[in-house]
T-cell receptor, first 117, second 109 residues
């Protein structure tokens, strides 16, 4: 059974703290993604990675960085947490693209609800 | 204008009703069209996907894509209380997904 796990379900941090969100997948997937989910805005892509040590900016990378030292692990870092980063953070993974007509499903973790006070 | 528009609802229907969920989009390059279901306090999970235009059926669920109108739909027949969730449309031309905001569905007994 495929599995994406995230280190915490709920997290409360103070403004200015450095925050690490960890994601691990056990499916040997090449692609990994970090999203945030906010009411009325849906899921928005923060960063993604196609391979170890590779990263690409998504639609809202400001205030975030990522690290992928091992294939199965993708970390999201908030260098200096701010209240507008209070959100649900979702990690996902998928295999490399297959044929032109097939979609490689993104498998999501359960999410981390981060509150920044 | 957002690339993908989805009515947030909430949509409340009685058990057994036919449910219609819809999204519109603006990027004609999208080739893959997905519907994800998200239960409360869980991550989204893929329900169905369609490549390019056409219909796809899976049990009580039917996905339709009309690329000429840039409009996709998900139909749920004989809706059940267990279908109560948020339904997210998503679309892409590559591995990068663009999501709608999600429609919250409540099916009451």
């Amino acid at each position: 059974d495929v599995k994406v796990t995230q280190s915490s379900r709920y997290l409360v941090k103070r403004t200015g703290e450095k925050v690490f969100l960890e994601c691990v997948q056990d499916m040997d997937h090449e692609n990994m993604f970090w999203y945030r989910q906010d009411p009325g805005l849906g899921l928005r892509l923060i960063y993604f990675s196609y391979d170890v040590k590779m990263k690409e900016k998504g639609d809202i990378p400001e205030g975030y960085s990522v690290s992928r030292e091992k294939k199965e692990r993708f970390s999201l870092i908030l260098e200096s947490a701010s209240t507008n980063q209070t959100s649900m953070y979702l990690c996902a993974s998928s295999s490399l693209s297959g044929t032109a007509t097939s979609y490689n499903e993104q498998f999501f973790g359960p999410g981390t609800r981060l509150t920044v006070l | 204008q957002k690339e993908v528009e989805q009515d947030p609802g909430p949509l409340s229907v009685p058990e057994g009703a036919i449910v219609s969920l819809n999204c519109t989009y603006s990027n004609s390059a999208f080739q893959y069209f997905m519907w994800y279901r998200q239960y409360s306090r869980k991550g989204p999970e893929l329900l169905m996907y369609t490549y390019s235009s056409g219909n796809k059926e899976d049990g009580r669920f039917t996905a339709q894509v009309d690329k000429s109108s840039k409009y996709i739909s998900l139909f749920i027949r004989d809706s059940q209380p267990s279908d109560s969730a948020t339904y997210l449309c998503a679309m892409s031309e590559t591995d990068k997904l663009i999501f709608g905001t999600g429609t919250r569905l409540q099916v009451f007994p």
